[in-house]
T-cell receptor
Framework: QKEVEQNSGPLSVPEGAIASLNCTYS??????FFWYRQYSGKSPELIMF????GDKEDGRFTAQLNKASQYVSLLIRDSQPSDSATYLC??????????FGKGTMLLVSP | NAGVTQTPKFQVLKTGQSMTLQCAQD?????MYWYRQDPGMGLRLIYY???????DKGEVPNGYNVSRLNKREFSLRLESAAPSQTSVYFC???????????FGSGTRLTVV
């Protein structure tokens, strides 16, 4: 059973701070890793994906992957109240499907 | 560009009734998926279709059936609805898993 674990939160940060969201996965053979953002009552939307160890940056977002530790994280710099949402980590381990974590709720206070 | 379109957006059913959730994508994606999302449970895969003409069970297929009607459309059918099927249902599609999924806007289903 492939598992993806996330702290449910909420993670509370002040506006302008760095938010750090973490995810661990059980399948050492996992190949691709995704971060989705889901606003309350809305559908998930893809923020970033990462395949290789190290960091990948896109604007205020940085994804970090450490396959040896089976750990992937998402950093949000200069957090804004509009970043308040639930962030879902998803892992591709083959068989054409993604396994999702339960998500971490982020609250950014003005 | 509509992306992934789901209908209906909201539905209330009585126990034992049947219904079909419709999903269509206009991105020429090969793979399509049905997930349900419940509080505290996250997104759980019901069924998926890796390519036109194929369907496979996911984590929670009991009580559901699917049809991949063509490359664009993938429907989910509840033959005899139960209160345990009260949930938000999301359809998604992907060209290849390397690009992740695109989700529809969801169907909020209540079974009373």
């Amino acid at each position: 059973q492939k598992e993806v674990e996330q702290n449910s939160g909420p993670l509370s940060v002040p506006e302008g701070a760095i938010a750090s969201l973490n995810c661990t996965y059980s399948d050492r053979g996992s190949q691709s890793f995704f971060w989705y953002r889901q606003y309350s009552g809305k559908s998930p939307e893809l923020i970033m994906f990462i395949y290789s160890n190290g960091d990948k940056e896109d604007g205020r977002f940085t994804a970090q992957l450490n396959k040896a530790s089976q750990y992937v994280s998402l950093l949000i710099r200069d957090s804004q109240p509009s970043d308040s949402a639930t962030y879902l980590c998803a892992v591709y381990s083959g068989y054409s499907t993604l396994t999702f974590g339960k998500g971490t709720m982020l609250l950014v206070s003005p | 560009n509509a992306g992934v379109t789901q209908t209906p957006k909201f539905q209330v059913l009585k126990t034992g009734q049947s219904m079909t959730l419709q999903c269509a994508q206009d991105m020429n994606h090969n793979s399509m998926y049905w997930y349900r999302q419940d509080p505290g449970m996250g997104l759980r895969l019901i069924y998926y279709s890796a390519s036109e003409g194929t369907t496979d069970k996911g984590e929670v297929p009991n009580g559901y059936n699917v049809s991949r009607l063509n490359k664009r459309e993938f429907s989910l059918r509840l033959e005899s609805a139960a209160p345990s099927q009260t949930s938000v249902y999301f359809c998604a599609s992907s060209a290849a898993l390397s690009g992740g999924y695109t989700f529809g806007s969801g169907t909020r289903l209540t079974v009373v």
